[in-house]
């Protein structure tokens, strides 16, 4: 696949952009990129135009992104260094350039995924709206109304902020995309292997039930429910004069062009049905994910899909086994696992089938500051009428995110310096009081009146980055990672020039999803003493 070779190398520093954008992370547009990569390796042949494998890498991509990230609220966690800016960011001043990523990085995670992307096709890529439309899978209008949603609150929380000029580590994805796409050739091929030693052993499958098993929503983990168990609705059988043998394995094509029937899901607007699916699309559900293999212990091939539906502002998934029903065409067999919103919960990420039949599910911590290192495998398999979790965690260790802030001297006694403007000391204590560390806690200074911070102590830099020159005068303080239980001084030297009355105002510590409000701000005052 000398093409494939050639399209990597060459599309890799721009995809790699665009997953940054996406992604706010390096490592995580890495993977990003590596898992569509692989998806395009293992369609090459039958993309057979190079303009054709970049639009199917893309829209892999953003789908892929919309299943991983995060979320309603999402797990993404803008809390990678960015790149350093050029252009006309570019400089010596560092205290500025830091106040420039933190701010940008606080603007992007504030926009959801959907927003975060249309801005990514329509101004990073020069997509037209149709465009963005088609890779995304929604509506024109959807397109239209998140930018506008977009940018608006862009220009609400980073009105400062004047271009997105960054840029990302060229990495080669060659190596570690053809790895990936092996790994899902032989998973497939192992599966193929057993099919045939089941079939040559003697092994049958007994075809004398009075109908089609009924898929059922199972309890995906020992977590007690309340209410009725709702059950999965069941795609109508059509008969058909060449209908397929009820034993005749799954095909990867087959089960993306299926309709199969969807049970319900844990919000509103991703309706519970039958739906038709075409190469993996329907609508608002999207098949991020097929695995083909046995398991319901028939000796028949089924699969298991990651189903991703995606409307507006929502990302929300669900894993399902798929089989081939007595009438021949493909059936929903039941619910393997599905998000849960909850505190704790998760998301469902990658999907696995392991010896015997065992799906295993690669579940992302949904909470914030949980990182992208926070995923737990948990396994489920068929119980004869409904999965269950057999192994693994149930749920996420709870995270609390809560910076606090204390104002040592509430009121700031200024003194004339000998330039005859008014001088004083404002010292506050900032402390994690949560169990996770802040990599970048931060200090928001607000003053009604003309002031500068002369120096600092305690602090990550010296000096305090102005955001906004007001009025009021807004300035920026980076603290260093700040451990849980541990708390830090900071003494802020403020000027005030002589010639205008000196005033108070507010000091507040930030960090990205404190979840613990109103103990994190406080007013000071002043005192001119002459």
């Not at 693994?392 to 709870?398: D, K, M, R």
Request: aromatic share 4%; charged share 20%; hydrophobic share 40%.
């Amino acid at each position: 696949m000398d093409e494939f070779d050639s399209f990597v190398r060459a599309r890799t520093p721009a995809l790699l952009r665009s997953a940054y954008l996406l992604t706010g992370d390096q490592h995580l547009a890495e993977d990003l990129v590596q898992s569509a990569l692989a998806r395009t390796h293992r369609a090459w042949r039958r993309l057979q135009a190079v303009e054709n494998a970049e639009a199917y890498t893309r829209r892999t991509m953003y789908h892929l992104q919309v299943s991983w990230w995060r979320r309603g609220k999402v797990a993404e966690t803008l809390t990678g260094d960015l790149p350093e800016p050029r252009g006309r960011n570019a400089g010596p001043d560092h205290a500025t350039q830091t106040a420039i990523r933190i701010t940008l990085r606080n603007a992007l995670r504030k926009l959801s995924n959907r927003q975060r992307a249309v801005l990514v096709l329509r101004f990073f890529e020069d997509r037209t709206e149709a465009e963005a439309a088609e890779l995304l899978g929604v509506t024109v209008g959807t397109v239209k109304s998140q930018t506008a949603k977009a940018l608006a609150r862009m220009r609400v929380v980073a009105p400062e902020l004047a271009d997105l000029a960054d840029d990302v580590r060229p990495v080669d994805l060659h190596g570690r995309a053809l790895a990936t796409s092996r790994k899902i050739g032989q998973q497939r091929a192992a599966t193929a292997a057993a099919v045939v030693i089941a079939a040559v052993a003697g092994l049958t499958v007994a075809l004398t039930w009075g109908g089609d098993r009924a898929p059922v929503v199972p309890v995906d983990t020992p977590t007690p429910t309340t209410g009725a168990p709702s059950r999965t609705p069941t795609a109508p059988a059509t008969p058909s004069a060449t209908a397929t043998p009820a034993s005749a394995p799954l095909t990867d094509d087959e089960v993306r062009g299926a309709t199969i029937a969807i049970p319900e899901w844990n919000t509103d607007v991703c309706p519970a049905g039958t739906f038709a699916f075409e190469r993996g699309s329907s609508g608002r559900f999207f098949m991020t994910e097929v695995v083909l293999a046995d398991v319901d212990a028939d000796g028949d091939r089924d699969a298991v899909v990651l189903i991703t539906c995606s409307p507006d502002e929502v990302n929300a998934n669900q894993v399902l086994a798929l089989h081939r029903a007595p009438h021949g065409r493909v059936a929903t067999l039941g619910q393997v696992a599905i998000d849960r919103p909850e505190r704790g919960g998760g998301r469902l990420g990658d999907i696995e089938v392991a010896a015997g039949g065992a799906v295993r599910v690669r579940w992302l911590d949904t909470q914030p500051g949980a990182g992208q290192a926070a995923a737990q495998w948990r396994v489920y398999g068929w119980s004869g009428d409904r999965f269950r979790q057999t192994s693994g965690p149930t749920a996420f260790p709870p995270i609390t995110i809560d910076l606090g802030l204390e104002v040592k001297t509430a009121t700031v006694e200024l003194r004339r310096d000998p330039s005859d403007a008014w001088a004083g000391d404002l010292v506050v204590t900032v402390t994690n009081a949560g169990d996770k560390a802040i990599e970048t806690p931060t200090i928001r200074l607000t003053l009604p009146v003309p002031a500068s911070v002369q120096s600092m102590t305690g602090a990550a830099t010296k000096y305090a980055a102005e955001v906004d020159a007001g009025p009021p005068r807004i300035l920026l303080a980076t603290l260093k990672p700040l451990a849980p239980g541990k708390a830090v001084t900071v003494t802020m030297r403020l000027v005030y020039p002589g010639d205008a009355p000196p005033g108070g105002g507010t000091v507040a510590a930030e960090a990205i999803d404190d979840s613990v409000p109103g103990n994190d701000s406080a007013q000071f005052e002043v005192d001119p003493v002459e």
